[in-house]
């Protein structure tokens, strides 16, 4: 049987992890909703968004929130959990990592959404180009602020 300390511990433990997730998950989120914002702006996403029948910019404004929660806690939670599996000791280069793999299934999840339409090919480079930049300064910016606050070891 755990003795009461080692119990506290292993709850101080997951309050801590907790709280890294939390300020990770929405840094990563506000980063990759930022970018999401002046994306949704340029000419090009206006077509794009019309590829895919989106025509409500604040519902594609909160879609691009709760997805960027989501890539966010994916990324943050890999990063806090297994930062000391990867081989190199930097959070920002591992975050990026994270978010490749995050960036290469939303392309995979892109390519079957975008083979329903007449130009799938354009539909798929178009938005793999948008997304790109998506996914990947959110990694930058969780893995920046990893390190600035809670260091790289």
């Not at 019309?50 to 929130?65: D, G, H, N, Q």
């Not at 975008?114 to 480079?125: H, M």
């Amino acid at each position: 049987m755990e003795t009461p300390a080692t119990d506290r511990t292993k709850q101080q433990k997951s309050h801590e992890f907790s709280k890294k997730l939390i300020k990770l998950t929405v840094a990563g989120g506000a980063a990759f909703w930022v970018v999401d914002f002046a994306i949704i702006l340029s000419p090009i996403a206006v077509e794009y968004m019309a590829a895919f029948s989106i025509s409500s910019l604040p519902l594609a404004l909160v879609e691009a929130l709760v997805g960027g929660l989501i890539i966010g806690c994916f990324v943050s939670f890999f990063l806090l959990r297994f930062f000391d599996k990867f081989p190199t000791k930097n959070p920002i280069l591992q975050s990026e990592v994270l978010s490749l793999v995050a960036l290469v299934i939303a392309l995979i999840v892109l390519q079957i959404a975008a083979s329903r339409t007449s130009d799938a090919l354009q539909v798929f480079l178009v938005g793999a180009m948008l997304n790109v930049p998506r996914f990947l300064i959110p990694g930058i910016v969780i893995g920046y602020l990893y390190k600035r606050l809670y260091g790289s070891a």
